[in-house]
């Protein structure tokens, strides 16, 4: 059975199968929302979950199949969970990475390391066909750094210090950070769900 993922973000594709393939030896490749041609979903709703679920659901109508979302974002202690939801746009223009972190540095310029805790979340959803829908969470904390570090990863990695490391997670090798990763975390967890609803496995 076809999984579509349902996001228009090449870089969280190539993350997903990295983490899914080798808990779901049933999976052949994801496919985006993107390469059916599908529009994206206002994503009005005001948690991770819903925004998922929002997401899963347009791609699930639209296509007739099972489809996959994630929603995440960064969520910083001092702005009391900002940016959140608005991750991806919070410097007003969606998905434009290096905008987002140099408001969010700018805005955390003068506080103090031991301040300057965070958490990346994300939210996963599967929904199907027949309109069942599974959502999970996954969670990493850390700390932000005062600038950015490391060319990997994308979004807020080059400043998110994730906690028991050294590094930002833009220094991290892919399989560190899918290893401890909020996306990581999240979708490991929900391995298991998905193979049993999509795969009969």
Same mark, same amino acid.
């Given at each position: 059975?076809?999984?579509? #993922? ?16 080798? #808990?779901?030896?049933?999976? &052949?490749? *994801? &496919?985006?929302?993107?390469? *059916?041609? *599908?529009?994206?979903?206002? &994503?009005?709703?005001?948690?991770? &979950? =819903?925004?998922? #679920? ?26 009391? =969970?900002?940016? @959140? ?9 969606? @998905? ?34 027949? @309109?069942?829908? $599974? ?10 750094? %005062? ?6 990863? %994308? ?9 028991? $490391? ?20 999240? $979708? ?14």
């Amino acid at each position: 059975m076809k999984l579509i #993922l349902a996001t228009h973000n090449e870089h969280k594709v190539a993350e997903l199968e990295a983490i899914l393939r080798p #808990l779901i030896p049933e999976l &052949e490749g *994801l &496919e985006s929302a993107a390469s *059916l041609g *599908l529009d994206e979903p206002l &994503e009005n709703a005001i948690t991770f &979950e =819903g925004n998922a #679920l929002i997401k899963a659901r347009a791609v699930a109508q639209a296509a007739g199949v099972p489809a996959l979302a994630d929603d995440s974002g960064i969520v910083v202690d001092v702005l009391g =969970g900002a940016p @959140g939801i608005f991750s991806a746009r919070w410097s007003g223009a969606h @998905g434009d990475d290096a905008a987002n972190v140099a408001l969010l540095l700018a805005q955390l310029a003068d506080v103090p390391v031991e301040h300057r805790g965070a958490a990346f979340v994300s939210a996963a959803a599967l929904v199907m066909p027949d @309109g069942r829908e $599974f959502t999970q969470l996954g969670e990493v904390r850390g700390t932000l750094r %005062f600038e950015r570090s490391g060319n990997g990863g %994308f979004g807020y990695d080059p400043i998110f210090q994730p906690e028991g $490391f050294e590094v930002t997670a833009a220094e991290l090798a892919p399989e560190q950070k899918n290893a401890i990763s909020h996306r990581g975390r999240a $979708f490991t967890a929900f391995a298991p769900v998905i193979r049993r609803e999509v795969f009969g496995a």
